[in-house]
């Protein structure tokens, strides 16, 4: 027994040692590709970032993600991220932040990466305080036609000096030839995760439409339907 667990030691101490040598190699090779990309203003290759993925642990793969992720937005790719090409780079472990970082940084060959203003300057929707999306719907409740609007955007929170530090999501109903609307009640629903999506409050209970379900509250077999909420 006392011979035994020196062994055991002794080999846990080897595999960790391994890993470890093994993990230094993989950012080694994705640092390596990272500069050499960077020197040709050509982006990150196909070959590089499947080489930093092949054969990694879960835990030096999560490691190794960051980097590829970090190195990508930084220094682009020179491939484009083509169907089968997806499908090669899933197969190595590619996670879905790495994929669109791909997506979204393809250079052709010979040009400059890009600056962090420049990136900073690109259009992101949920960055952007452009105008909501309106539409009229109308529905029948209680033997009667209700007409609402749909409203939906995102809206920016600023700070007192007027800058936006953050944005929501939103979707707003309004009830149309109500009255006044500066004397109307207004509802404010968020939803209370984590463990349940908004999609609850907004087609499960309070909005015009609903997902039709079962007596006993579960979700029936598909097709699924939407029907004018007669709660709402």
Same mark, same amino acid.
């Given at each position: 027994?006392?011979?035994?667990?020196?062994?055991? @030691?002794?080999?846990?101490?080897?595999?960790?040692?391994?890993?470890?040598?093994?993990?230094?190699?993989?950012?080694?090779? *994705?640092q390596?590709?990272?500069?050499?990309?960077?020197?040709?203003?050509s =982006?990150?290759?196909?070959?590089? !970032?499947?080489?930093?993925?092949?054969?990694?642990?879960?835990?030096?793969?999560?490691?190794?993600m960051?980097?590829?992720?970090?190195?990508?937005?930084?220094?682009?790719?020179?491939?484009?991220?083509?169907?089968?090409?997806?499908?090669?780079?899933?197969?190595? *472990?590619?996670?879905?932040?790495?994929?669109?970082a !791909?997506?979204?940084?393809?250079?052709?060959a010979?040009?400059?990466?890009?600056?962090?203003?420049?990136?900073?300057?690109?259009?992101?929707?949920?960055? %952007?305080?452009?105008?909501?999306?309106?539409?009229?719907?109308?529905?029948?409740?209680?033997?009667?036609?209700?007409?609402y609007?749909?409203?939906?955007?995102m %809206?920016p @929170?600023?700070?007192?000096? $007027?800058e936006?530090?953050?944005?929501?999501f939103?979707?707003?109903?309004?009830?149309?030839?109500?009255?006044?609307?500066?004397q109307?009640?207004?509802?404010?629903?968020?939803? *209370?995760?984590? $463990?349940?999506?908004?999609?609850?409050?907004?087609? =499960?209970? @309070?909005? +015009?439409?609903?997902?039709? %379900?079962?007596?006993d509250?579960?979700? +029936?077999? +598909?097709?699924?339907?939407l029907?004018?909420?007669e709660h709402?």
């Open positions: 027994m006392s011979k035994t667990i020196p062994s055991l @030691l002794t080999f846990l101490l080897l595999v960790s040692s391994a890993d470890i040598t093994h993990a230094q190699q993989q950012q080694q090779q *994705g390596q590709a990272t500069t050499s990309g960077a020197q040709a203003h =982006g990150i290759s196909k070959e590089s !970032i499947v080489r930093s993925l092949s054969g990694l642990s879960t835990e030096q793969r999560a490691a190794t960051q980097f590829l992720v970090a190195s990508v937005s930084a220094n682009g790719v020179d491939f484009q991220l083509t169907p089968e090409t997806e499908q090669e780079l899933r197969n190595v *472990g590619a996670s879905a932040e790495l994929l669109a !791909i997506r979204a940084n393809f250079r052709a010979g040009s400059s990466p890009r600056s962090s203003s420049e990136r900073a300057t690109e259009r992101d929707p949920a960055m %952007m305080d452009d105008k909501p999306v309106v539409s009229r719907h109308e529905i029948k409740v209680g033997g009667r036609t209700l007409r609007t749909v409203t939906t955007g %809206m @929170l600023k700070s007192a000096a $007027g936006t530090e953050a944005r929501l939103y979707v707003a109903y309004t009830a149309d030839n109500a009255g006044n609307k500066t109307r009640p207004l509802m404010f629903s968020f939803n *209370g995760g984590p $463990g349940s999506s908004s999609v609850w409050l907004h087609l =499960g209970a @309070l909005g +015009p439409r609903r997902v039709v %379900m079962l007596d509250g579960r979700m +029936p077999a +598909p097709p699924f339907r029907v004018d909420n709402t």
